[in-house]
């Protein structure tokens, strides 16, 4: 039987993922800051096998996820790292902005960083491990700098696995980075409208489906991919003139 470890996974996709893994026969062991969250999620679902209490802001945060691969029995097929923060920020409130950072950039770097190099002592076992990046990291959005910013940041080291891969010869880790539009999670309710909102069920299908196609990048769903296409498009003197907010 398939065995996934989701982090983040006490709301928002990374539940949603989760959800769907276990209708799909997986084994999923989760973790996330909330004890009392875990422990409900378990109750409801039997093939949640495993829990861990974990803060990615946290120093001990590379510990808990190890011991949280050693619940599920030591062998893992997929590492989904879905926690992360983020908020419009026109005013740039540095509290905001720094624990966007600490949590986005620093605590994916812990978690993410930590599943590659277990993955990487184990070539006999294929295994996939994946972020939830965000279309937001495709151009620089000033009504949300650090989150724009750490999604890029995501990408972008994602990408780098990827050539250390190469380097070292890993044939057996997969990586994705999987950027979503607008999903109609807690995330997004914070007063703002946000247009083009995504169903977080569907969302965590096509995640899955697409993880196990080999995708790389994954962009969710068509409309976004044709809309940073176009934004990819815009030269850098205009697009930093443009007035690209939601209200």
């Given amino acids: 039987m398939s065995r996934a470890i989701i982090i983040g996974a006490t709301s928002g996709i990374g539940l949603e993922v989760a959800r769907v893994l276990t209708q799909q026969g997986w084994q999923v062991g989760i973790a996330g800051r909330r004890q009392e969250r875990l422990q409900e999620i378990q109750r409801t679902d039997l093939n949640v096998v495993a829990t861990q209490q974990l803060d990615v802001t946290r120093p001990d945060a590379p510990d808990r996820l190890l011991q949280l691969i050693g619940k599920m029995g030591g062998t893992v097929d997929l590492i989904l790292h879905s926690s992360g923060i983020g908020y419009q920020n026109v ?13 986005n950039a620093l605590g994916m770097t812990r978690i993410v960083g930590t599943a590659f190099n277990y993955l990487a002592e184990r070539p006999d076992h294929e295994a996939h491990l994946a972020v ?11 009504a949300a700098p650090a989150y724009s910013s750490t999604k890029r940041f995501v990408s972008h080291y994602i990408e780098c696995l990827q050539q250390l891969c ?21 995330l997004l309710a914070d007063g703002h409208r946000y247009p083009l909102q995504l169903d977080p069920h569907r969302v965590a299908e096509d995640i899955v489906r697409n993880i196990l196609r080999g995708r790389t990048v994954i962009t969710l769903d068509w409309r976004y991919r044709l809309l940073t296409a176009l ?9 930093v003139r443009m007035r690209v907010v939601s209200r």
Avoid: C, K, Y
């Fill in 231 to 239: 934004w990819r498009l815009v030269p850098r003197w205009l697009w």
């Fill in 166 to 186: 190469t380097i070292r010869r890993l044939r057996h880790i997969h990586l994705h980075d999987i950027r979503p539009g607008f999903v109609r999670t807690a």
């Fill in 91 to 103: 005013n740039l409130d540095m509290e905001r902005e720094l624990a966007t950072v600490e949590t």
């Fill in 132 to 142: 939830i990046s965000s279309i937001a990291g495709t151009r620089g959005l000033g």
